[in-house]
Each structure stands twice: as structure tokens, then as C-alpha cells.
């Protein structure tokens, strides 16, 4: 038996989940799992009337329902594995992230989702800090400092009474 609140389903890794077929809103929530597996995705198998799930955890969204998959080390509460999850994920920082799709989730407080997205915005702060393309062009020429590499050849043809400059080969920014 399927235990549904507020369009939100917890199991842990690795446990089946089995549909009443007879019931119209776990029909429908099996055939989206069914679609949804059709894109091969690697969080759950195909069972005979429901799904396991595999070693992954965190939330799939499947139409308006929410699985949130937690470890699997006992069951002691879904609040104290959802916790330390997020507690894991916040220390390790650079992990492998699997995303599906896009969707409209619904927060709640302390959720699994939440701690995705904080990942997403500090990504996103770092890209806007740093900047998301850099376009350097080569140049050459001579310079009153040495950067980037002595052309040798040139340098002694050039520079044999200035022995203050440089015949270098260098890269420069260009500004759009």
C-alpha cells in the first residue's frame, strides 16, 4: 500500500514499491513511472505492478507527485534519514548531480529539492563572479617587458640595439 501525502511518496534505496491497479490515482502514477522509465533512466527498475529503486537517491518528480528516495540504513524515521542526507550533501558539496529534466517542484521546508537548488544558485553566483566565456586572440610584437613566449629569431633581428625591449609572442583579452 501506497502512502501518499501532499503528492509526495518516501521510500528508501533499493525498496519496492508496489501499485493497487484497481485505484485510478496509482494506475496513473504507475503508467507515468512506466513512461518516465522509458527514457532508461537509472533510478529505478520495472517490476511486476511497481518499481524498485536503485542505489541513487533524492527527489523524481512524475507529474504532480513527488519520490523522494532516501538512504537506506534503517528505518528509524523519514525525517531523521531525510536530515542527514541533506546534512551528507552539504558537506561533500562536489558531487555528481543526475538531473532528468526540468520541473516545477514545490519547497518545503527542509527538503531534499531545496539543497539542489542552493547547489544551482551558488553554481550560478560562481559563473556570474567569474564570468561564462573568455576570448583571448594571439598577439606579437614588440614589448618593453617580457610576457608570454621570447620569439628568438625575431628578438635578436629587432632588438639588437635595443637591448631594453622584447620580441615576444602573447596572448591579450579581447573585449567585445
Known amino acids: 500500500m501506497i502512502v501518499i501525502k501532499d503528492n509526495r511518496i518516501t521510500v528508501f534505496e533499493h525498496e519496492k514499491l508496489f501499485f493497487n491497479l484497481k485505484n485510478e490515482k496509482e494506475k496513473?502514477?504507475?503508467d507515468a513511472l512506466e513512461i518516465y522509465h522509458?527514457?532508461?533512466?537509472?533510478?529505478?527498475?520495472?517490476?511486476?505492478?511497481?518499481?524498485q529503486f536503485n542505489e541513487h537517491v533524492g527527489v523524481i518528480q512524475v507529474g504532480k507527485t513527488t519520490v523522494e528516495v532516501l538512504p537506506k540504513a534503517?528505518?528509524?524515521g523519514e525525517d531523521k534519514w531525510r536530515n542527514l542526507l541533506i546534512?551528507?550533501?552539504?558537506?561533500?558539496?562536489?558531487f555528481d548531480v543526475k538531473s532528468t529534466?526540468?520541473?516545477?517542484?514545490?519547497?518545503?521546508s527542509n527538503s531534499i529539492l531545496e539543497l539542489y537548488y542552493e547547489l544551482f544558485i551558488s553554481?550560478?553566483?560562481y559563473l556570474l563572479h567569474r564570468g561564462l566565456i573568455k576570448r583571448y586572440r594571439k598577439n606579437?610584437?614588440?614589448?618593453?617587458?617580457?610576457?608570454?613566449?621570447?620569439?628568438f629569431s625575431k628578438h635578436i633581428t629587432q632588438n639588437l640595439v635595443h637591448k631594453e625591449r622584447f620580441y615576444v609572442n602573447y596572448w591579450i583579452e579581447r573585449i567585445k
Open 74 to 76: 534503517d528505518k528509524a
Open 101 to 108: 529534466g526540468s520541473s516545477t517542484l514545490k519547497l518545503k
Open 123 to 125: 553554481e550560478l553566483e
Open 38 to 51: 522509458g527514457n532508461q533512466t537509472p533510478f529505478f527498475k520495472l517490476i511486476r505492478n511497481g518499481v
Open 28 to 30: 496513473k502514477l504507475h
Open 140 to 151: 606579437e610584437g614588440n614589448q618593453t617587458s617580457l610576457k608570454g613566449s621570447l620569439k
Open 87 to 94: 546534512g551528507m550533501i552539504k558537506t561533500v558539496w562536489g
